[in-house]
């Protein structure tokens, strides 16, 4: 099977679709193209699939990227038998002539729009609608993958579910350690820098130090270097997702402070099953699913949103107790080696893609129809 995989938003290393889908497609024997913003993001494209670079859509800064992202999926998608598109902007450029397309649905794309200061209020009121008709618009005439159970209830139709799951080592990680805490993942306001910075500050005096690994916006960028350049925290800036996770290894927690806002609301941040596959207790705001997933395991402590004293007293604690922090760490460790371990569903992914692309019975509409709101 030739398949196309599409992202003009997303790092081309990203987990989901590089390390996850895409590694599956490719163990299984499947031939991949990457449409994908290579050069932007200096990302040299893995030798097994073929790479169509595109400029990457961010901020503002995003009428370059759909400008080329028509051309650059047509020529992608050519002979291809599957295109799988990860970004709703794609959906507006999609190919008139195209295989059997598949969106990919990462987000809560019109929740999202509250994080996103940079937008003019006007728009952040009125884009919901339109991103809702362009969604409903896509079910009628696409193949949907969802990436959260709680995105059901923004379509009328019954779509499979593929989770955030992660790699669980099959060895058992190290013990947490007693000399710094740990962050992956993108870093911005409202997944809490600002209290991982002020978090950091505190830490200091008692002899621990914070390690920020993920890409920033470009809002909260000044901030960090400053706090790095006062010796507050180290700031790694983007590491790929494996090396991330062996970074975090050790560490006294893995931190999650992301703040309550609707596109967090409903989803399992993925930082946190991330964090107990390599066996790190996890201090995590109350997101009603990473609340429920650490109070059910026992893998964790939960502190209020924005409370970087709790967060402290939390830290402190775990590292005056290793044993009972290590006692966290693997219970979170086995939870997510039976539970949220990727190859467990890569098989699953992988049939559901050969199914589309192979059913004589797909709607020719799903093929040729451009997506118009």
């Known amino acids: 099977m030739r398949v196309c995989v599409g992202t ?7 987990a989901r679709i590089m390390h996850r889908q895409i590694r599956a497609l490719l163990d299984a024997g499947h031939e991949i193209t990457y449409v994908a913003p290579f050069t932007d993001c200096n990302v040299t494209p893995d030798p097994r699939i073929r ?7 961010l901020g503002r800064h995003r009428r370059r990227a759909l400008k080329a ?9 050519e002979g291809a038998d599957l295109l799988v598109v990860h970004d709703i902007e794609l959906l507006l450029r999609l190919p008139r002539r195209r295989p059997v397309t598949v969106w990919d649905v990462h987000e809560d794309t019109a929740a999202a729009l509250e994080a996103k ?16 008709r362009v969604e409903a ?3 009628d005439r696409l193949h949907l993958v969802l990436a959260e159970e709680a995105y059901r209830e923004r379509f009328s139709g019954s779509h499979p579910v593929v989770p955030n799951t992660t790699y669980v ?8 350690g007693r000399n710094r805490v740990v962050y992956v993942g993108q870093l911005s306001r409202a997944r809490g820098a600002a209290e991982l910075v002020e978090l950091a500050r505190r830490l200091l005096p008692h002899g621990i130090r914070t390690d920020l690994v993920g890409a920033a916006d470009a809002e909260i960028r000044p901030m960090l270097r400053d706090a790095q ?13 494996q090396h991330a996770l062996r970074m975090a290894e050790g560490a006294i927690a893995g931190l999650s402070l992301l703040h309550d806002v609707p596109n967090y609301r409903q989803s399992m941040p993925t930082k946190v099953v991330e964090y107990m ?6 201090v995590t705001t109350p997101l009603p699913a990473a609340a429920a997933l650490v109070g059910r395991t026992g893998c964790g402590v939960v502190t209020p949103f924005g409370d970087v004293d709790a967060v402290l007293g939390a830290v402190l604690a775990l590292r005056d107790d290793p044993g009972g922090a290590a006692a966290m760490g693997a219970r979170g460790y086995e939870e997510a080696l039976r539970h949220y371990d990727w190859p467990a569903h890569a098989g699953e992914f992988v049939g559901l893609l050969e199914g589309w692309a192979t059913a004589s019975a797909a709607p020719a509409r799903a093929h040729r129809r451009p997506l118009v709101v």
Request: hydrophobic share 35%; no cysteine; charged share 25%.
């Open 8 to 14: 003009i938003v997303h790092h081309p290393e990203d």
């Open 51 to 57: 790479a169509v670079d595109v400029p990457r859509a």
């Open 69 to 77: 992202a028509r051309g650059a999926l047509k020529r992608g998608a």
């Open 117 to 132: 200061t940079y937008l003019p209020e006007l728009l952040r009121r009125t884009l919901p609608s339109l991103i809702r």
């Open 137 to 139: 618009r896509a079910e």
């Open 169 to 176: 080592p099959h060895r058992p990680p190290p013990p947490p």
């Open 229 to 241: 350049r006062q010796g507050l925290l180290d700031w790694y800036g983007y590491v790929p997702n």
């Open 277 to 282: 596959s390599r066996g790190l207790p996890v």
